[in-house]
């Protein structure tokens, strides 16, 4: 594994496919960005899409695919994506070595 590489968990591949198998669209792939805003400065954004950008880094495992656009890519090289179900709810997650800190429920950090 490449040191700076987005890697998808077995956990979030499997998510990923039974929702794309649920909307009834092989095309479709999940997109995640980095936005601005959050609690914490930035925020991490799911998204489905049909179509990749030429730039975007792509990431296929267990038949899935997971796109990461090239601004979103320099908070992102090195993280996990992973999908957890707890007793408090399920929800993918970043495991994000460049965040500084993070809120609460993890869907916002810093740098």
């Known amino acids: 594994m490449e040191k700076n590489a987005v890697i998808v968990s077995a956990a979030a591949a499997k998510k990923i ?3 794309v198998a649920e909307k009834g ?3 479709l792939m999940l997109r995640l ?3 601005g805003g959050g609690c914490s400065g930035f925020q991490y954004d799911f ?3 049909r179509e990749a950008k030429a730039d975007d880094l792509k990431i296929s495992r267990d038949g899935v695919t997971v796109l990461v656009d090239s601004v979103s890519l320099p908070f992102l090289e ?3 994506i ?3 179900e707890e007793l408090i709810g ?3 997650q ?3 070595p460049k965040a500084a800190s993070s809120c609460g429920c993890g869907a916002s950090f810093s740098v």
């Open 94 to 96: 970043v495991r994000n």
């Open 90 to 92: 399920a929800s993918f």
């Open 82 to 84: 992973d999908y957890v």
């Open 33 to 35: 960005s980095v936005l």
């Open 47 to 49: 998204s489905l899409t």
């Open 78 to 80: 090195g993280s996990e």
């Open 25 to 27: 669209n092989p095309s």
């Open 17 to 19: 496919g039974a929702i």
